[in-house]
């Protein structure tokens, strides 16, 4: 391993272009620690995001040598030896250097129908809710998400369709489906159904395979597609 | 659910649907390649085999029903994906394409089996 | 364009699938034009089957049969992610229909009598 390595940074937004720096190597160094070595002692104008540094905030998140990733869990001995490659997520448009804004992303999880809508009438008993049913176990499954957006960044679909609500929203949404004291199912399903929605999905499983928190959206999608094709072929409203 | 979402969700439904029958009739049709093409195809062998067979007409048949829900929707797919075509236009060119499958196919399971 | 995130069997799977589709959906009305020349009598089709003699088409038609058994394997994997529980041997999965088509095409060349 040489005693530094080469990072080339983004800079700029939509227009830009690559900046290259050089940062001494550490042990059990990460991305972030490279990129808050440039800022701290390089060149203090470089814009980055990041908050609890420990994977918990997902707000890190950056593509390292063309692959999505959460950069303060990313250790850049394991990258290899070579230039290492910093630029902000794909799918989301550049604000500054290495930050891109997350709204379109977060609009599409109210979009899916991401929010919790109550079918008890306030003051009422709390649900019971087995943890061992087969539905609490569903949820449980995609509920770690941190909202990375990783796995929106990796997804050829939402690249192809900028509607496309994409991986986070819809396994969001699919937690929602599997919540048995939620009342909005209908307009949920409603909502993730269709071209824009699950059942756009290739289970190119981009997004499984990237996901930092080791999710699987392409199962969570999957089980939108049988829900509302269930919910399709009954009728309803 | 609305109109939109349950159009979109039926075709997809259509799509898989329709691969699971052609999953079936592909199999038979790949063993039947498999197993016809020993010895070289000719004419007489081909249609010796299939005129007068209901079962099989009826087998291509279905075959063709499906493979026109099926293609159709799939290039419907691509065409969105790599030229952003989507609209009301673009349904309507899957649906002439799977009117065109089902007439040709349907012409040439009437010429084989005839 | 480099693309290291689509560097996974799955999504390759997909690719083999969107173009094996794709060439399968455009050779689908020359496959019904030719066995519609049996409407024309046997001579015709006997024509047409001559015609398919030739060391190209021979090799055209490998290559169809390996696009549709490509295609019917990665459909059949495609269906059990979107219809059954998931199974956490993906890799297996698109490994198993490559393995079918492969299979499928060397099958073709020995009946066909070319291997």
Redesign the interface.
């Known amino acids: 391993m040489s005693a530094t390595i080469e990072a080339r940074i983004w800079r700029g937004g939509a227009a830009g272009k690559f900046e290259t720096f050089s940062v001494p190597r550490r042990e059990s160094q990460t991305v972030l620690d490279v990129v808050t070595f440039i800022q701290r002692k390089l060149d203090p104008t470089l814009s980055y995001r990041f908050a609890c540094r420990v994977g918990m905030c997902g707000s890190c998140a950056m593509t390292v040598?063309?692959?999505?990733r959460w950069t303060c869990r990313t250790h850049v001995a394991r990258l290899g030896d070579g230039p290492l490659t910093v630029e902000p997520l794909a799918n989301l448009p550049r604000i500054k250097d290495l930050a891109v804004d997350m709204a379109p992303f977060f609009d599409k999880w109210a979009k899916a129908g991401g929010k919790f809508v109550p079918s008890a009438a306030e003051g009422a008993d709390f649900a019971r809710v087995e943890p061992e049913s087969e539905a609490r176990r569903q949820a449980d499954a995609g509920i770690e998400c941190i909202g990375c957006a990783v796995c929106y960044s990796?997804c050829?679909?939402v690249s192809?369709?900028p509607d496309y609500l994409g991986p986070a929203a819809l396994n969001r949404a699919w937690t929602l489906v599997n919540d048995v004291r939620d009342g909005g199912q209908?307009a949920r399903?409603?909502?993730v159904?269709?071209?824009a929605?699950c059942?756009?999905c290739?289970?190119?499983?981009?997004c499984?395979?990237?996901c930092p928190k080791s999710l699987?959206p392409?199962?969570s999608i999957?089980g939108l597609?049988?829900a509302?094709?269930r919910?399709?072929?009954k009728g309803?409203? | 659910?609305?109109f939109?979402?349950?159009?979109?969700?039926?075709?997809?439904?259509a799509q898989r649907a329709s691969a699971a029958v052609l999953g079936v009739c592909v199999l038979v049709h790949l063993a039947t390649i498999l197993y016809a093409v020993r010895g070289g195809l000719t004419a007489a062998e081909i249609l010796g085999r299939t005129r007068g067979s209901a079962a099989l007409a009826l087998f291509y048949g279905l075959f063709v029903v499906a493979v026109s829900i099926h293609a159709p929707l799939g290039l419907r797919?691509i065409a969105?994906?790599?030229f952003?075509w989507?609209g009301g236009a673009l349904d309507l060119a899957a649906a002439a394409v799977a009117v065109f499958l089902v007439w040709f196919g349907w012409r040439a399971v009437g010429g084989l089996f005839g | 364009m480099?693309?290291?995130?689509?560097n996974?069997p799955?999504?390759w799977a997909?690719a083999v699938?969107?173009l094996s589709g794709l060439a399968l959906a455009l050779f689908l009305p020359l496959h019904f034009w030719a066995l519609g020349q049996a409407i024309g009598g046997e001579a015709a089709l006997d024509g047409f089957l001559r015609w398919t003699e030739n060391p190209l088409a021979k090799f055209a038609e490998t290559g169809l049969v390996v696009l549709l058994a490509a295609h019917l394997a990665g459909g059949l994997r495609?269906l059990a992610?979107?219809?059954l529980p998931?199974s956490p041997r993906?890799k297996a999965a698109v490994a198993v229909s490559a393995g079918f088509a492969l299979a499928a095409g060397l099958l073709f060349l020995f009946n066909v009598g070319v291997a």
Do not use: C, Y
């Open positions: 040598n063309g692959r999505p990796a050829d679909l192809w369709n209908e399903l409603s909502a159904a269709g071209d929605g059942h756009a290739h289970s190119q499983q981009s499984r395979e990237h699987n392409t199962a999957a597609k049988r509302s094709l919910a399709a072929w309803g409203a | 659910m609305n939109r979402a349950r159009a979109e969700t039926i075709a997809w439904g797919t969105r994906e790599t952003g989507r | 480099n693309r290291p995130h689509r996974h799955a999504w997909f699938h969107r495609v992610i979107e219809f998931w993906q």
